[in-house]
């Protein structure tokens, strides 16, 4: 599905590059004129982040004719580097790889045991956060369009039938009736041609994969993205810049991908009612007497160093600072006594969708190619299975040469839930979560695997994640929780104790989706917007 570009996305898409050009830090219709106007101090509607929950809220907001104003801590990604090129690519970092660190934290940490795989590098507001707690890291996105800058892409629905497992008061005929097809087509997913993906090299690492599931008598399906595939067969025929075909993906894609600062971003400025202000981190909120909201905004420079701090009044706050920023602007509030009445739920129910990382060695005849595109197009679907359900994307190696390397990303479902506390000294959220709550994800990743080297007669790879360790249970791609819909909540998104206080993005998945699950997040965000801007008073 191509998203259709209407005049509202060329006129956004217009004003994003003229705020590049021009160095800007505020991007709306207006400020694409020369000069910068005044810092906004009040708007009508405030949202907080720019990733999938929050791309939602200020489109539709904007559509309503409400004049909205976003905060990301994040920069604007559409200025060229020295290189020409906007982001760099995972085999080449540099600073714009990551969110102010002086050595790359790729998930991957060695490769044949040596410590080639991350680099050192100068700190910078780059585009990719580990954010490390004591026994588990979650990878986020930093900037205009958030985790939709750095993501593998894949657009995935969950099965109805975990859904309404998961989310059993959300009516599952609207959801897969109106919102997810919405979402989808907003998104502009579209899936590989199947005769191409047969016969390409660069899709040889999942026809391998998949020729070793099936041995294994497991099912695969194809995955649809949010990477052009039409792109990406340009790419292959040498007619189109090189992007998922050249090694870029975590660190960013200069082409192809349809991340949603080209999307329900760029639709949303070209409603001329919404601005969004980068560098622009959202460090406390309280609320006067008269129901209005004051955020306090601390505004950075690439150095980190907080260069001015302003207060934002607005009627209505939309937080949509993905799972861990959201959390934790909530849990601080009720913990300093600014929200003092914020449900007790706020910072309870969060989980890491089951991900644990796995590699098996191939047999040399089994080549897995030294070409290999970086977005994911198939997966291994054994999520009907009683015991240890499993989702397992196939995930590409892109290292140039030829490794015999079957890499996954398993989704598994995991029962066990994390919960954040507020540490006063650091005035941040920490996780509580412990290594051993990951045990039902490597038990179930591992029946799987075990199964499938069973089958052709392969090992587990030992050398990537450190220590010997044949599982990477220590990461998440995909934080989920935290806020959860209709507990810290009511069923819409709206903070339980605070009206015109709403939450937006993945703090309200309840921890688990069985699927990547920013197609989930969108459909979500588009059902409680539309509910919000029907019934509640502006
Ligand atoms: P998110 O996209 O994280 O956006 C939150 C935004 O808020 C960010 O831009 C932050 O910088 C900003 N922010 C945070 N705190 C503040 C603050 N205090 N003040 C101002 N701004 C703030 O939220 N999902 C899939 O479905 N398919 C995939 O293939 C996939 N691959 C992934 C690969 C990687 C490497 C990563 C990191 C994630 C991947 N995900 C994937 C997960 C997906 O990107 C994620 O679920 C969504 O981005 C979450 O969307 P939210 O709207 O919750």
New binding site residues.
């Given amino acids: 599905m191509t998203p259709h570009l209407t005049r509202r996305h060329l006129l956004g898409i217009a004003a994003l590059q003229a705020a590049s050009a021009l160095g800007f830090t505020r991007i709306g219709l207006s400020a694409a004129a020369a000069v910068e106007p005044p810092a906004t101090d009040y708007a009508p509607a405030v949202v907080?982040?720019?990733?999938?929950?929050?791309a939602v809220a200020a489109l539709r907001l904007g559509e309503a004719g409400i004049d909205t104003l976003v905060?990301?801590?994040?920069r604007l990604w559409n200025t060229p580097g020295p290189d020409g090129k906007v982001f760099c690519s995972t085999g080449a970092p540099d600073q714009r790889a990551m969110w102010f660190r002086t050595r790359t934290e790729a998930p991957l940490a060695t490769f044949l045991w040596l410590d080639v795989v991350n680099k050192d590098i100068s700190p910078y507001p780059g585009v990719?956060d580990r954010v490390r707690y004591a026994d588990m890291s979650v990878?986020?996105?930093?900037?205009?369009?958030?985790?939709?800058l750095?993501?593998?892409?894949?657009?995935?629905t969950p099965p109805r039938a975990y859904f309404c497992e998961v989310l059993p008061q959300v009516d599952a005929d609207q959801m897969y009736g109106t919102w997810f097809p919405r979402a989808r087509q907003m998104l502009g997913v579209n899936t590989v041609d199947p005769s191409w993906f047969e016969s390409t090299e660069w899709y040889r690492f999942s026809r391998i994969s998949r020729k070793h599931a099936h041995n294994a008598g497991l099912r695969t399906v194809f995955v649809p993205s949010v990477y052009d595939f039409g792109y990406m067969q340009r790419e292959a025929a040498g007619q189109a810049v090189r992007s998922a075909l050249g090694g870029e993906?975590?660190y960013g894609n200069n082409h192809g991908k349809r991340s949603v600062d080209k999307t329900y971003l760029a639709a949303a400025l070209g409603t001329g009612k919404v601005t969004i202000r980068t560098m622009?981190?959202?460090?406390a909120v309280r609320r006067n007497a008269d129901g209005t909201y004051v955020l306090t905004v601390h505004e950075t420079d690439v150095t980190g160093r907080v260069v001015r701090i302003v207060e934002v009044g607005c009627r209505r706050l939309f937080l949509?600072?993905?799972?861990?920023?959201t959390t934790?602007?909530l849990l601080r509030a009720r913990e300093r006594g600014t929200l003092p009445d914020l449900s007790p739920e706020v910072g309870r129910g969060w989980g890491h969708n089951g991900n644990v990382m796995a590699a098996r060695a191939n047999h040399m005849w089994d080549t897995v190619g030294a070409n290999q595109a970086t977005m994911?197009a198939m997966g291994i679907d054994d999520w009907s299975n009683p015991t240890c359900p499993v989702f397992a994307?196939i995930a590409p190696l892109p290292m140039g040469f030829e490794h015999w390397i079957s890499l996954y990303l398993a989704i598994t479902k995991n029962p066990e839930r994390g919960t954040f506390s507020y540490d006063a000294a650091t005035d941040s959220a920490r996780l509580n979560w412990s290594r051993s709550q990951n045990q039902p994800s490597v038990t179930a990743a591992k029946s799987l695997f075990d199964r499938v080297n069973r089958a052709n007669v392969t090992i587990y790879r030992y050398d990537l994640f450190g220590g010997n360790r044949i599982f990477a249970d220590d990461f998440t791609?995909?934080?989920?929780g935290g806020c959860v819909l209709g507990r810290a909540t009511d069923n819409y998104g709206r903070a339980t104790g605070y009206p015109g206080l709403y939450v937006t993005?993945?703090?309200l998945v309840p921890g688990s989706l069985g699927?990547?699950?920013?197609?989930t997040?969108t459909a979500l965000?588009e059902r409680n917007m539309a509910r919000i801007l029907a019934e509640d008073a502006w």
Avoid: T, W
């Fill in positions: 907080v982040g720019s990733g999938y929950g929050a905060l990301e801590m994040g990719l990878f986020v996105g930093r900037g205009v369009g958030g985790g939709s750095v993501n593998g892409g894949m657009a995935v993906v975590i622009s981190r959202v460090a949509g600072a993905g799972s861990l920023g934790e602007i994911p994307e791609y995909h934080p989920l993005d993945g703090a699927v990547n699950p920013f197609v997040i965000a």
